[in-house]
């Protein structure tokens, strides 16, 4: 069964850092693009940053960039969003999805998704 998990969720302060995780089973996530997606309450969710399954490059979104960073470890089959200086509208629930061609901002393109964890940015 194909499965992501998440991990790393939790409360930050202003300028802090968290550093989420998305392990993957029945499937190698270096044979797929792996995003990370967030949504906030009464907002659409949004594609936060996205790594290509060929050639590792990375994509983000503008209100990321230069923050937040995102990697992938083979042999542990997973993928990590480094998320530094973080903000308060960076609050939300963060998930991971898989998608078996190239990156995409919109997430009705992804078939496998991660639960959810809640980031919480706050003093």
């Known amino acids: 069964q194909v499965q992501l998990v998440e991990s790393g969720g939790g409360l930050v302060q202003p300028g802090g850092s968290l550093r989420l995780s998305c392990a993957a089973s029945?499937?190698?996530?270096?044979?797929?693009?792996i995003a990370w997606f967030r949504q906030a309450p009464g907002k659409e969710r949004e594609g936060v940053s996205c790594?290509?399954?060929?050639?590792?490059?990375?994509y983000y979104t503008d209100s990321v960039k230069g923050r937040f960073t995102i990697s992938r470890d083979n042999a542990k089959n997973t993928v990590y969003l480094q998320m530094n200086s973080m903000e308060p509208e960076d609050t939300a629930v963060y998930y991971c999805?898989?998608?078996?061609?190239?990156?995409?901002?919109?997430?009705?393109?992804?078939?496998?998704w991660g639960q959810g964890t809640q980031v919480t940015v706050s003093s």
């Open positions: 790594i290509s399954r060929r050639d590792g490059s990375s």
């Open positions: 999805a898989a998608r078996g061609w190239s990156c995409s901002p919109w997430p009705a393109l992804y078939s496998n």
């Open positions: 029945g499937f190698s996530l270096d044979s797929y693009a």
